[in-house]
């Protein structure tokens, strides 16, 4: 089973940037489909991005689009989350996650298998 591990988070401002890496110990491209989710102490765990196990075009959550994106280096066996402009709002764990499926972009927490520790992100106003 893929083990992956985050890293990248931090304290940051208003309108900082971060970059978060999930660094996977196999190959990803062609094998996972992987995303990215953020949960905040007593809320549930909510998709922020995706790219599709195939490769298709990333997809992100309506809040982050514009702000955050999403990308992979397969040298690497890395996926990226650059996040821009970030707001006080944005404060949570971040996870990254792994799953098998073939099926398109996954969305909900439910259809991956394999989930990082996370990586904790504070934006302070």
């Known amino acids: 089973q893929v083990r992956l591990s985050e890293s990248g988070g931090g304290s940051v401002h208003t309108g900082d940037s971060l970059t978060l890496s999930c660094v996977a110990s196999e190959n990803i491209v062609g094998t996972y489909a992987m995303g990215w989710f953020r949960q905040s102490p007593g809320s549930e765990r909510e998709f922020v991005a995706t790219v599709s196990r195939l490769g298709e075009q990333a997809v992100v959550a309506p809040f982050v689009a514009g702000r955050f994106n999403l990308s992979r280096d397969k040298a690497k066996n890395a996926l990226y989350l650059q996040m821009n402009n970030l707001k006080p709002e944005d404060t949570a764990m971040y996870y990254c996650?792994?799953?098998?499926?073939?099926?398109?972009?996954?969305?909900?927490?439910?259809?991956?298998?394999?989930w990082g520790q996370g990586t904790q992100v504070t934006v302070s106003a």
């Open positions: 996650a792994a799953g098998r499926s073939y099926r398109g972009h996954l969305l909900t927490p439910q259809e991956y298998d394999t």
